[in-house]
């Protein structure tokens, strides 16, 4: 049995149907959420970004997530070569144990972080000078402690993906193993790492949960953005909140479009021109 | 000048399969071709004299040196892989010009041999093209061109022309013959084409089901008698 004819109308299938559907679910669940903010914070931003406490909590969070996340991807990276490339043994357990933390809480982080330098090993740092508890330096302990683990995984998953016959033909070509880091791996998973630390950041600014128990929330001194706006909802001061959730959300804005910037791939241009 | 291999005893394991080669023995400046089945192993003792496998048991000498104490960057082994694994974030002088720097070459003085190289094997107007526009034939030159840059003593193919079409694979083998010729140096490569080893190479080893069974010279390939499994894969009556 076959066809007289040629069918004239393309088959319609339910799969694209279905995706088509949820993406557009999830846009309305995702713009409702972001739409609230704007809307309630948009007539108020002009008076968070002239409020001296907003715009001091600004440069805490800025400052505190640059250098978390700087430290975050300093320890991120090597632990990442050295769990895909340095034969570790028990990698696997090494890896679940590094990265525990991810499913757990930020403020029982924060808490086991408290405990931890509440204890005496925490006061003899602190009489050596080194304080964090209820100190803006325990925002960057709270932040690196939520996302070291983060910025691991996303490491390991680009380093993953770089072809490790592509670093062998690099040894056999003169290079060590530093070279061959810096030279070839480095760039060849460079996007995966650029949208990384730009997420981690974006986390950094974010996180509230771990910096609330280990450093709290003191107006004008270890005042985070996420902060300033529990601080203002807790006075019923919502336009203030908002105002301040607004200017997250632009900086989330321009965090993601960072990403996607800098991420895009090296040779785009060129395969588009070998399509051509 | 070529360098000469040495193997003894060897058994590489890699997850489930096992290669075991009992004793081979190439020549300095020798071309030797190892012929066998997809999966039979060829790749792995190519790997395994390269460095990217570890030896489980035996020794792999190259010039009198175990390799255990040898790093790959200190073979002086060219390797140029089927699918060229050109790297894609640098140009292609660049690419030739990577083995020079790090071998403590200047940076234009590197690109400037390599140029000279690239002009040798026909690519000298790709110099500054992006590896991701090259078709099969000139990736695997500027491959090619990239083993040959640090004036290796062996140069390792893994099937160098089988993806290509029958003219670019016969002006690949001419070059590769060329250099070879010019440059002195130990070819071992990897194929599954018996007319490709025949006309490459001097001496051909058979690698079947993860052992090497027979190393023969290349012109009486299929009038030697063989083992019958052997005999079955190159196609001739046991």
Redesign the interface.
């Given at each position: 049995m076959h066809r007289s004819h040629l069918a004239t109308t393309r088959r319609r299938e339910l799969f694209p149907v279905l995706c088509v559907a949820t993406s557009a679910v999830l846009v309305l669940f995702m713009g409702t959420t972001i739409l609230a903010i704007a809307a309630n914070g948009i007539a108020h931003l002009g008076l968070a970004l002239s409020s001296e406490e907003v715009m001091f909590s600004l440069r805490m969070s800025v400052m505190t997530s640059s250098l978390s996340t700087a430290l975050c991807m300093a320890l991120a990276l090597p632990c990442a070569w050295a769990m895909t490339r340095g034969g570790l043994p028990c990698r696997r357990a090494l890896e679940t144990l590094v990265e525990l933390t991810l499913s757990l809480p930020y403020i029982v982080l924060g808490f086991a972080l408290l405990v931890i330098f509440s204890s005496p090993f925490g006061v003899a740092l602190r009489d050596h000078g080194v304080s964090v508890v209820f100190q803006p330096a325990g925002i960057v302990l709270a932040q690196m402690a939520v996302n070291v683990p983060f910025a691991l995984r996303m490491s390991r998953t680009a380093l993953y993906g770089v072809?490790r016959?592509?670093e062998?033909?690099?040894?056999?070509?003169?290079?060590?193993s530093w070279?061959v880091f810096r030279?070839?791996t480095l760039?060849?998973c460079?996007n995966q790492l650029v949208s990384a630390l730009v997420l981690t950041w974006a986390r950094g600014m974010g996180e509230f949960g771990a910096t609330l128990m280990l450093v709290g929330v003191t107006r004008m001194r270890t005042e985070t953005l996420p902060g300033s706006i529990f601080l203002s909802i807790s006075t019923g001061d919502t336009d203030t909140a908002m105002a301040t959730a607004m200017i997250m959300l632009l900086v989330s804005a321009a965090a993601l479009t960072a990403a996607n910037v800098l991420g895009g791939h090296?040779?785009s241009r060129?395969?588009g021109?070998?399509e051509v | 000048m070529g360098i000469g291999i040495e193997i003894r005893g060897l058994v590489v394991r890699r997850g489930q399969f096992v290669l075991r080669v009992p004793r081979l023995s190439i020549s300095p400046g020798e071309s030797f071709a190892v012929l066998g089945r997809t999966g039979s192993g060829k790749t792995v003792l190519m790997e395994s004299i390269a460095g990217a496998c570890e030896v489980s048991e035996g020794s792999i000498e190259l010039d009198g040196t175990n390799v255990r104490e040898l790093d790959p960057r200190d073979r002086r082994i060219g390797l140029l892989y089927q699918d060229c694994l050109l790297f894609p974030h640098l140009s292609v002088v660049d690419n030739v010009a990577y083995g020079p720097q790090r071998m403590g070459a200047g940076t234009h003085e590197a690109r400037w041999h390599a140029q000279e190289l690239l002009e040798l094997l026909g690519v000298g107007h790709l110099a500054d093209a992006h590896p991701n526009l090259l078709s099969g034939g000139e990736a695997q030159r500027v491959a090619l061109a990239r083993a040959l840059a640090t004036r290796p003593g062996m140069l390792v193919l893994d099937e160098p022309f089988s993806a290509l079409d029958p003219t670019t694979r016969g002006d690949i083998r001419d070059a590769v013959r060329r250099v070879v010729r010019d440059f002195g140096c130990t070819l071992l490569f990897v194929t599954h084409d018996f007319s490709e080893a025949q006309e490459m190479s001097e001496r051909v080893g058979i690698v079947l089901d993860g052992r090497l069974r027979t190393v023969v010279d290349s012109t009486l390939l299929l009038r030697t008698t063989h083992e019958d499994d052997v005999a079955r894969f190159l196609g001739i009556q046991p």
């Open positions: 072809d016959r592509m062998f033909v690099a040894r056999t070509l003169g290079a060590g070279d030279t070839i760039p060849l460079r090296p040779v060129a395969e021109a070998r | -």
